[in-house]
Nanobody, 117 residues
Framework: HVQLVESGGGLVQPGGSLRLSCAASGIIFRFYVMGWYRQAPGKQRELVTTITSSGSANYVDSVKGRFTISRDNAENTVYLQMNTLTPEETAVYYC???????????WGQGTQVTVSQ
């Protein structure tokens, strides 16, 4: 039974920071590319960042320099440190696990991030 459980979302003021976590179970974590996506109200879900098992990360241009993805393969957990948040980044943030070389992937339930005064 695969589970991806996100935590760390909440309300933050513009310019503030949040750290999201995603704990995985039921998968061989080190085989998976982990990613964070987000979906704002009325918009499509978009990729924010991914990280390979060896720690190679990619980011969408809009978050480069402000967001940092990391993973702990011993703890089966991936993190997203988000700094200098803007109201436009209000969204539900989802954790994704994608098995390298296949179409197999899993989603968490999402965690709400609200950036507002």
């Amino acid at each position: 039974h695969v589970q991806l459980v996100e935590s760390g979302g909440g309300l933050v003021q513009p310019g503030g920071s949040l750290r999201l976590s995603c704990a995985a179970s039921g998968i061989i974590f080190r085989f998976y590319v982990m990613g964070w996506y987000r979906q704002a109200p009325g918009k499509q879900r978009e990729l924010v960042t991914t990280i390979t098992s060896s720690g190679s990360a990619n980011y969408v241009d809009s978050v480069k320099g402000r967001f940092t993805i990391s993973r702990d393969n011993a703890e089966n957990t991936v993190y997203l440190q988000m700094n200098t948040l803007t109201p436009e980044e209000t969204a539900v943030y989802y954790c994704n696990a994608a098995l390298s070389g296949s179409r197999t992937n899993y989603w968490g339930q999402g965690t709400q991030v609200t950036v507002s005064q």
